[in-house]
């Protein structure tokens, strides 16, 4: 079927609109052409479509870029964590390496058999000042055995099962631990208190305490070896019944930071060492 | 007898909150008793024999795992369900408030008993400080009671659906 005269008027017309911008942008020596008007007369639009390319072209950009960034962001945060955590692991091995090095120190200058322990549990109702250990008879730990610390007495074990021991602090009120002042020499009773840490009970009026004294322990109650560092002394005031002085002491062991002990495996009486556990020693 | 387990089940994770827990929120001597609440709960609501028995047994642990003489616990534990057994079957115990009460009469005591037999052996002497821990810690554990009995009712109610125990 034939084409109408419009039909084919406008196909003509447009197919030499093309060849003529198509021939006029070739040569780009001229002047003022067609094509140079088509495109002063298309800018506008030209410029519209453009930008919204752009716009649109950003907007895909920035947005697959903070798709990556996101991901990105959650792999750093991850690493940042896992390091902060490496950082944190390493912090509390070199601690830990510390307090061991201070424990070794402590076991090469005891003469008595030790072991070191580890403090698993605190008292369940609160109402007494003991900690559990992961060491038991089966590591040769009976009860009356005194446990230290490189800067003091902690106390001593009160109960022992296969593979754990109780331990009565020193703060705890039932503990007595015979001690002397290391400066004047005069020997009192050190017993746990629940209104202070400690008290130095029994001391001579005649006493010429002061405040810092080193109170050692006398190595009398056969329990504690002579000469353990128990604590410095607070304050002095007289005591109830006014016979005595008593003198209250801040233990050497930061008794509620402990996390290892030395458990001395004996006591003046001689050693309580069960056939088979010299490998403890 | 049913309820034993329940009992201890939440008994002993009463006293795993208190002993890895409460230790680091409260100073050591006032953190709130758990598992005494759970003895007064199974007093008050459970059947009595299995109380007793969950009672002597929840003790017998809190006298291991702590430093009180072997049997301490225990027995205050057991006089706790003989005292709250029978308020249960003379009186109507029913809500919040009468729990309340009841807990900070048996706590109450229950310390007095601890500190005294403490000053019985000659351990302590009565200082101050006693008191004032005596009664902190008995506020302490009952104000516990407000967030534990809730949620021991309900787990009560969904324990006793999926066993039968009434």
Redesign the interface.
């Given at each position: 079927m034939f084409r109408s005269i419009r039909d084919v008027t406008a196909a003509v017309v447009l197919l030499s609109l093309g060849i003529i911008l198509l021939f006029s942008s070739i040569d780009k020596s001229q002047g003022w052409t067609f094509a140079g008007f088509v495109y002063s007369a298309f800018k506008p639009i030209d410029q519209t479509v453009t930008f919204f390319q752009q716009k649109a072209g950003e907007i895909f950009r920035s947005y697959f870029w903070l798709v990556g960034v996101g991901e990105e962001n959650r792999l750093l945060t991850e690493e940042v964590r896992r390091l902060r955590t490496e950082i944190v692991t390493l912090k509390e091995k070199d601690l830990e390496n510390k307090r061991l090095k201070k424990i070794l120190t402590l076991k090469s200058k005891l003469d008595y058999p030790t072991l070191v322990a580890q403090i698993i549990?605190?008292?369940?109702?609160?109402?007494?000042?003991?900690v559990?250990i992961n060491k038991g008879t089966t590591d040769g730990v009976f009860p009356d055995m005194a446990v230290t610390v490189p800067e003091g007495i902690v106390g001593k074990i009160?109960r022992s099962s296969g593979t754990m021991a109780?331990v009565?602090m020193i703060t705890?009120?039932?503990m007595s631990v015979d001690c002397r002042v290391e400066r004047t020499r005069d020997r009192g009773l050190l017993t746990g208190?629940?209104?202070y840490s400690c008290v130095l009970q029994y001391l001579n009026k005649e006493v010429k305490l002061q405040k810092g004294d080193l109170v050692v322990t006398s190595g009398l109650d056969g329990i504690f070896p002579k000469g353990m560092v128990a604590g410095t002394i607070d304050s002095i005031r007289s005591s109830e019944h006014g016979l005595f002085v008593e003198a209250t002491v801040t233990p050497g062991a930061k008794i509620?930071e402990l996390e290892e002990v030395v458990v001395i495996l004996g006591t003046q009486g001689g050693f309580s060492m069960e056939p088979g556990q010299e490998r403890n020693r | 007898m049913k309820d034993i387990p329940f009992f201890l089940l939440t008994g002993l994770g009463c006293l795993v909150i208190q002993c890895a827990i409460l230790n680091h929120i409260f100073p050591m001597e006032l953190k709130p008793d758990l598992t005494l609440l759970v003895v007064v709960w199974t007093g008050l609501n459970g059947e009595y024999v299995s109380g007793l028995l969950s009672a002597f047994l929840l003790g017998l642990t809190q006298d291991l795992l702590s430093g009180a003489p072997l049997g301490l616990f225990s027995a205050v534990y057991v006089a706790t369900v003989i005292f709250t057994g029978y308020v249960s079957d003379n009186f109507h115990v029913e809500g919040l408030g009468t729990s309340f009460a009841i807990t900070l009469l048996v706590s109450l005591v229950s310390f007095c008993v601890v500190f005294t037999s403490r000053w019985f052996a000659g351990h302590v002497t009565l200082e101050p400080e006693i008191v004032k821990i005596i009664l902190v810690k008995t506020i302490l554990t009952s104000l516990s009671l407000i967030m534990l009995k809730p949620m021991l009712d309900k787990a009560w109610k969904g324990y006793s659906r999926i066993v039968g125990a009434t």
């Amino acid at each position: 079927m034939f084409r109408s005269i419009r039909d084919v008027t406008a196909a003509v017309v447009l197919l030499s609109l093309g060849i003529i911008l198509l021939f006029s942008s070739i040569d780009k020596s001229q002047g003022w052409t067609f094509a140079g008007f088509v495109y002063s007369a298309f800018k506008p639009i030209d410029q519209t479509v453009t930008f919204f390319q752009q716009k649109a072209g950003e907007i895909f950009r920035s947005y697959f870029w903070l798709v990556g960034v996101g991901e990105e962001n959650r792999l750093l945060t991850e690493e940042v964590r896992r390091l902060r955590t490496e950082i944190v692991t390493l912090k509390e091995k070199d601690l830990e390496n510390k307090r061991l090095k201070k424990i070794l120190t402590l076991k090469s200058k005891l003469d008595y058999p030790t072991l070191v322990a580890q403090i698993i549990g605190e008292d369940a109702s609160g109402l007494f000042r003991t900690v559990l250990i992961n060491k038991g008879t089966t590591d040769g730990v009976f009860p009356d055995m005194a446990v230290t610390v490189p800067e003091g007495i902690v106390g001593k074990i009160v109960r022992s099962s296969g593979t754990m021991a109780q331990v009565a602090m020193i703060t705890d009120p039932s503990m007595s631990v015979d001690c002397r002042v290391e400066r004047t020499r005069d020997r009192g009773l050190l017993t746990g208190s629940y209104s202070y840490s400690c008290v130095l009970q029994y001391l001579n009026k005649e006493v010429k305490l002061q405040k810092g004294d080193l109170v050692v322990t006398s190595g009398l109650d056969g329990i504690f070896p002579k000469g353990m560092v128990a604590g410095t002394i607070d304050s002095i005031r007289s005591s109830e019944h006014g016979l005595f002085v008593e003198a209250t002491v801040t233990p050497g062991a930061k008794i509620s930071e402990l996390e290892e002990v030395v458990v001395i495996l004996g006591t003046q009486g001689g050693f309580s060492m069960e056939p088979g556990q010299e490998r403890n020693r | 007898m049913k309820d034993i387990p329940f009992f201890l089940l939440t008994g002993l994770g009463c006293l795993v909150i208190q002993c890895a827990i409460l230790n680091h929120i409260f100073p050591m001597e006032l953190k709130p008793d758990l598992t005494l609440l759970v003895v007064v709960w199974t007093g008050l609501n459970g059947e009595y024999v299995s109380g007793l028995l969950s009672a002597f047994l929840l003790g017998l642990t809190q006298d291991l795992l702590s430093g009180a003489p072997l049997g301490l616990f225990s027995a205050v534990y057991v006089a706790t369900v003989i005292f709250t057994g029978y308020v249960s079957d003379n009186f109507h115990v029913e809500g919040l408030g009468t729990s309340f009460a009841i807990t900070l009469l048996v706590s109450l005591v229950s310390f007095c008993v601890v500190f005294t037999s403490r000053w019985f052996a000659g351990h302590v002497t009565l200082e101050p400080e006693i008191v004032k821990i005596i009664l902190v810690k008995t506020i302490l554990t009952s104000l516990s009671l407000i967030m534990l009995k809730p949620m021991l009712d309900k787990a009560w109610k969904g324990y006793s659906r999926i066993v039968g125990a009434t």
